[in-house]
Nanobody, 125 residues
Framework: QVQLVESGGGLVQPGGSLRLSCAAS????????MGWYRQAPGNERELVAT???????NYADSVKGRFTISRDNAKNTVYLQMNSLKPEDTDVYYC???????????????????WGKGTLVTVSS
């Protein structure tokens, strides 16, 4: 019903930058909050940053001042600009979105949480 496709992960040296993108597709009526989470093997998934449809943002303390989340509502796409990357930022990064689909030609269905498959970010020299 809804696909979240992430891109932009990869290998970067400490102090470097990467930009993640996540595009939502499907019979989308509206997208509420979008965000990025990360998870290392054996650890719980943790919040990195979220952004509402109105542009209000929230960041984990560990990334404040280094990461910037933004979105393009017309494209149902969320971005994560990651600067000054550290080895401890190495994780699989997952996109999340609260999406309401069309329930009929003009009606909105309930909002449901969707997740992408993840993209690996490796920070290493």
């Amino acid at each position: 019903q809804v696909q979240l496709v992430e891109s932009g992960g990869g290998l970067v040296q400490p102090g470097g930058s990467l930009r993640l993108s996540c595009a939502a597709s499907g019979r989308i009526f509206s997208v509420n909050s979008m965000g990025w989470y990360r998870q290392a093997p054996g650890n719980e998934r943790e919040l990195v940053a979220t952004i509402t449809s109105g542009g209000n943002t929230n960041y984990a303390d560990s990334v404040k001042g280094r990461f910037t989340i933004s979105r393009d509502n017309a494209k149902n796409t969320v971005y994560l600009q990651m600067n000054s990357l550290k080895p401890e930022d190495t994780d699989v990064y997952y996109c999340n979105a609260g999406v309401a689909l069309y329930a009929g030609p003009w009606s909105k269905g309930p909002e449901t949480d969707y997740w992408g498959k993840g993209t690996l970010v490796t920070v290493s020299s």
